[in-house]
């Protein structure tokens, strides 16, 4: 038998595949295994002030979707992260009111702080 690790949808999978002519009372069915679980997103760290928006990846600050002080919704893009020439439209994780604390045009880092909702 011989065994390969294949990547299916970022996930990797190893799979034993039995050789042709290979001398076995019975034919072993090829298995999957999953070798690690996805990453889970980290939770928005809540503060004494609100709760943090944390750049997921470095990047780039394209553009402000809304006001500096505006009331949010849960889940409301607020901001464009540019990463990869790629644009990525990051959401308030809760309800509340948005304080920046990035700039357009900023470079950021993962685990930045993007905005503060309170």
Request: hydrophobic share 45%; with cysteine; glycine share 8%.
């Amino acid at each position: 038998m011989r065994n390969f690790i294949i990547t299916v949808d970022g996930k990797q999978f190893e799979v034993g595949v039995e050789e042709v002519g290979a001398t076995q009372s019975a034919p072993a069915a090829p298995k999957a295994v999953m070798l690690e679980k996805p990453a889970a997103a980290p939770a928005p760290a809540a503060s004494a002030n609100g709760t943090k928006l944390l750049s997921p990846f470095p990047g780039l600050i394209k553009n402000l979707l809304v006001a500096n002080g505006a009331q949010v919704k849960k889940d409301q893009p607020i901001l464009v992260l540019e990463a990869m020439k790629m644009d990525n439209d990051i959401g308030s994780p809760c309800d509340g009111t948005v304080t920046f604390q990035v700039a357009k045009g900023a470079n950021v880092e993962s685990d930045a702080v993007l905005a503060v909702i309170s």
